[in-house]
């Protein structure tokens, strides 16, 4: 399937990310390196895109993605709509806890999983087929260019898709705060 033209965005660094605890659709504020990375953002697009005209402009409806879109306008004329399809994988029962709390607690789910894999299928969370899903309503609903600011799991699947890969491929890509990623024509390129 091919797709439009797609410029994503991960939120900028949070106070829970600099931490590691599991925001899933919790919230926590930007720290002042995610602020800093939010403004990179704006400074960005506006070198690249050099104007948002011809793209649609959707946002996750969570405060860390509504926050960095704040600090993006700084430098690019951001206007997005808000839309659930973009929201945090729902982390269930590891919503709020940290790494150790984690395994303390559900110790059946975190072993054996490298990476961030244990976001996918967390006790009564969302699972990798489900994002794969709501990822896949997104972007069958896109009707043109799309620049998009949400979040590191939402956007791997996101990404992945666009990439055609298979699910190992999707849990081995990286989400990294303060770039953006253009996709195109199944391809990536990060700007940075």
């Known amino acids: 399937m091919t797709h439009p033209k797609i410029i994503f965005m991960r939120h900028g660094e949070t106070e829970w990310n600099l931490i590691g605890r599991a925001q899933g659709r919790l919230d926590s504020p930007l720290t002042a390196k995610g602020r ?3 403004t990179l953002l704006g400074k960005i697009l506006a070198r690249e895109l050099v104007s948002a005209e011809g793209y649609d402009q959707m946002v996750s409806p969570l405060g860390r993605t509504l926050e960095t879109s704040q ?3 700084q430098n690019f004329d951001f206007s997005p709509v808000e839309t659930d399809l973009l929201v945090e994988i729902d982390v269930g029962g590891l919503s709020g806890l ?5 395994f303390e607690k559900y110790p059946e789910h975190m072993n ?3 990476g961030n894999t244990w976001y996918f299928g967390a006790p009564g969370g969302e699972t990798l087929q489900q994002m ?3 990822a896949g309503a997104w972007l069958a609903g ?3 260019p799309t620049i998009a600011v949400a979040h590191g799991q939402i956007g791997k699947v996101i990404r992945g898709i666009v990439l055609g890969l298979d699910d190992t491929g999707i849990l081995s890509l990286k989400e ?6 253009m996709l195109e024509h199944g391809q990536e390129t990060v700007w940075s």
Do not use: I, S
């Open 36 to 38: 800093e990375q939010a």
């Open 71 to 73: 600090y993006l306008q």
């Open 98 to 102: 940290t790494r150790p709390e984690m």
């Open 112 to 114: 054996g999983k490298p």
């Open 132 to 134: 794969r899903e709501r």
């Open 142 to 144: 896109l009707t043109g």
């Open 176 to 181: 990294p705060q303060g770039v953006v990623h």
